[in-house]
């Protein structure tokens, strides 16, 4: 039931120490917007790194050569490691939890022309599963299927802005393009999360690039999806490729410069670990910022408490119950926290919301924000904070002693 009498009593001390009541509201502010502000740029944060995961499976293996720096087996180190299609198959077929798998062979320098239109566009030469590994989006027609592997077809699926480029707004498909000269007829268009660079980018059959531009059996990179595997069965799936790869290139397995192996998995289960480091120093720090103004409320309770004493006793002289006199003080007390940190979580808001307006995107700090969840939390702990700063006071004020009370000067 709603009591006038008590809030007009909360209403009348708080005029009666207007600055006190400010600095203490204040504190509570002001830990609740840094807890706010440190919460929606630590999102910011995570949401620039995980953009950095936008283009590439996340649950990826990449696999690319290097140059041998060790001596082995008589063999001397600077030897440059050339991949091969072998290397492909034999990861595909013997290395257990591959779910998707493609290399890659570039043709360098390409002409890419169109009737009169033309431009030098990247093409990678690739097998079907590659859309698996770029989070490729076919948009119109097909990507490369196995039989364009199988038979060598001159086909090719490009980017959106090839599309726009190369074919001003007609429809592209059953077109040819030529690359140095040679036609592909156009079977798909897509589009990629990695932004303007891969959709400019033009993918042919791996067999037919490899026959057509005069690179034999050899490939650039190749790379492999792990399905649902747990992070130590990708690290186990790494080595087998490295054993593999060093067995068949004759190099030390100990060689990290030989071959470099990425693996997404590990790269983003740091990336978890480290952003849940963040979030937890992050609500240390503002609860800690709390407790600075929860002391401070506590303590203007305390004080209140004994400015009242007189009060108090004379209340309780009159039949007051101790538990009537502590529901006073927490209520002053969750009052002013909750007025003073609803106001800080509002602050935060709308700093989060101007930064988010203002501030560029990259790929480090993007979409600095709160979520429902956090404004409940806040909200939960301005409400315990309140109770907690007004119960020490609320529980001296209920043992004062009526007659003791009416004797204090």
Known sequence: MFDLDKWQEIFDTIRKNKLRTFLTGFSVAWGIFMLVVLLGSGEGLSNGIRYQFRDDAINSIWVRPGQTSVPYKGLQPGRAVQFTNEDYSLTKARVDGVEHITSRFYVRNPTVTRGSEFGNFNIRCVHPDHLYLENTIVKTGRFINEMDIVECRKVAAIGLLVEKALFKGEFPLGKYIEVNG????????????????????????????????????????????????????????????????????????????????????????????????????????????????????????????????????????????????????????????????????????????????????????????????????????????????????????????????????
Request: no cysteine.
């Open 182 to 409: 040679v036609p592909f007829l156009v079977v798909g268009t897509f589009e990629d999360a990695g932004g303007q660079g891969e959709m400019e980018m033009i993918y042919l059959p791996i067999s037919t690039g490899q026959r057509t531009f005069n690179g034999a059996n050899r490939i650039a990179q190749y790379m492999v999806t792990t399905g649902d595997a747990p992070l130590a069965k990708t690290a186990d799936m790494a080595k087998t490729i490295r054993k593999q790869l060093a067995t068949a290139h004759t190099f030390s397995e100990d060689d990290r410069r030989a071959v470099f192996i990425y693996n997404n998995s590990e790269n983003f289960a740091q990336f978890v670990a480290l952003m849940r480091g963040i979030r937890i120093f992050v609500w240390v720090i503002g609860i800690g910022t709390i407790l600075a103004g929860v002391v401070g409320v506590s303590n203007i309770m305390m004080i209140t408490v004994r400015e009242r004493t007189k009060e108090i006793g004379i209340r309780k002289a009159l039949g007051a119950t101790p538990w009537s006199v502590i529901g006073l003080v927490l209520h002053e007390s969750v009052f002013i926290t909750g007025i003073a940190g609803y106001i800080g979580l509002v602050m935060g808001v709308a700093v989060l919301g101007f930064a988010a307006g203002k501030l560029p995107d990259s790929s480090f700090f993007r979409n600095p924000a709160v979520d429902l969840r956090v404004a409940i939390y806040a909200t939960l702990l301005l409400v315990a904070a309140g109770t907690v700063a007004g119960l020490f006071p609320a529980r001296r004020a209920a043992s004062i002693r009526p007659i003791e009370a009416l004797r204090d000067e």
